[in-house]
């Protein structure tokens, strides 16, 4: 049916506090260890990001929400070699306080439910999913700490 979309959610548990895992999105340094070596952002709302979560596909995309500890939103920005969308693409990182632990959720949302769109949609959904356990395993092993 056209002009459904999809989208994907990924949750993980994170034995550090919201401070610790904040930093890891939001400083250059510490981005590019965990998600891509490449990886850039200017952290603000208004900002942008970019990565290639999954070694080939590169993440354009405006800071839409920037609340500190808490919420960044990523409106990925259009890119001419993907079929035309008509809808926004969407990353939405969560993060909540759990103990002395942080529960972080990606809701990513606007992908076309589309064939031309499956190989994109794939490629990006389990790259986010690679790239949270490497976060994950950045923060518990405190290489966090090696990347200042």
């Known amino acids: 049916?056209?002009?459904?979309?999809?989208?994907?959610?990924h949750r993980i548990d994170i034995d550090a506090d919201t401070g610790r895992v904040w930093r890891a999105f939001?400083?250059?340094k510490a981005l590019a260890r965990w998600c891509a070596p490449r990886a850039h952002i200017r952290p603000r709302q208004g900002g942008s990001f970019r990565a290639s979560v999954d070694r080939v596909s590169t993440i354009d995309a405006h800071i839409d929400v920037f609340d500190a500890n808490r919420r960044l939103r990523l409106i990925h920005m259009e890119q001419p070699d993907?079929?035309?969308r008509g809808?926004?693409?969407?990353?939405?990182?969560l993060l909540e306080a759990d103990g002395s632990g942080?529960?972080?959720?990606?809701?990513?949302?606007?992908?076309?439910?589309?064939?031309?769109?499956d190989p994109y949609f794939l490629r990006l959904r389990a790259g986010w999913e690679r790239a949270l356990a490497r976060l994950k395993v950045f923060l518990e092993k405190q290489m966090d700490k090696e990347a200042k």
Do not use: H, Q
């Open 1 to 9: 049916m056209a002009g459904k979309l999809r989208g994907y959610a």
């Open 82 to 84: 993907l079929p035309a």
């Open 26 to 28: 939001i400083e250059p």
């Open 87 to 93: 809808a926004t693409l969407i990353d939405d990182f």
């Open 102 to 117: 942080t529960i972080v959720r990606l809701l990513g949302s606007g992908f076309p439910d589309d064939a031309a769109w």
